[in-house]
């Protein structure tokens, strides 16, 4: 699963979690209220995170589960995984925008998806 916006999520970032390997790199997830549950049924750890944004105004509902994290961005009000090691807290571009003036269109999101797709370092030449 790579280079989607999520935005305002109220429930979870992945349903569930059939126990086979889910990679999930380059997306933005953001969130301006209580941050979602990353998965609602199950604790997730076949989910791999990789190169994405978190955003939340605060942690994930049920904190950050069983799923892995590698090398993702975090801001706003949410706490550091514990277990990604390479966290970081400078965004690689500013999200001023979307948390000003959360977009409602496709072409509204459309100059992010390329900025995403830059991000990912490890995915690049995957199709």
């Not at 979690?17 to 049924?41: M, Q, R, S, V, W």
């Not at 949410?78 to 090691?85: A, H, K, N």
């Not at 807290?89 to 072409?107: A, I, K, N, Q, W």
Request: hydrophobic content about 30%; some cysteine.
């Amino acid at each position: 699963l790579r280079y989607n916006i999520s935005i305002n999520d109220d429930r979870c970032l992945v349903q569930d979690d059939y126990g086979l390997p889910a990679e999930i790199y380059g997306n933005l997830f953001l969130n301006t209220k209580e941050g979602p549950a990353i998965c609602c049924h199950k604790g997730g750890e076949s989910h791999h995170f990789t190169e994405n944004i978190f955003h939340f105004a605060r942690s994930p509902r049920d904190g950050w589960q069983k799923s892995s994290f590698h090398k993702n961005w975090y801001s706003g009000g949410t706490e550091l995984p514990g277990q990604d090691s390479q966290a970081m807290t400078d965004l690689p571009f500013s999200l001023e925008e979307f948390t000003e003036h959360v977009p409602e269109s496709r072409e509204a999101c459309g100059g992010y998806w390329d900025r995403l797709a830059a991000l990912v370092e490890t995915k690049a030449s995957v199709n």
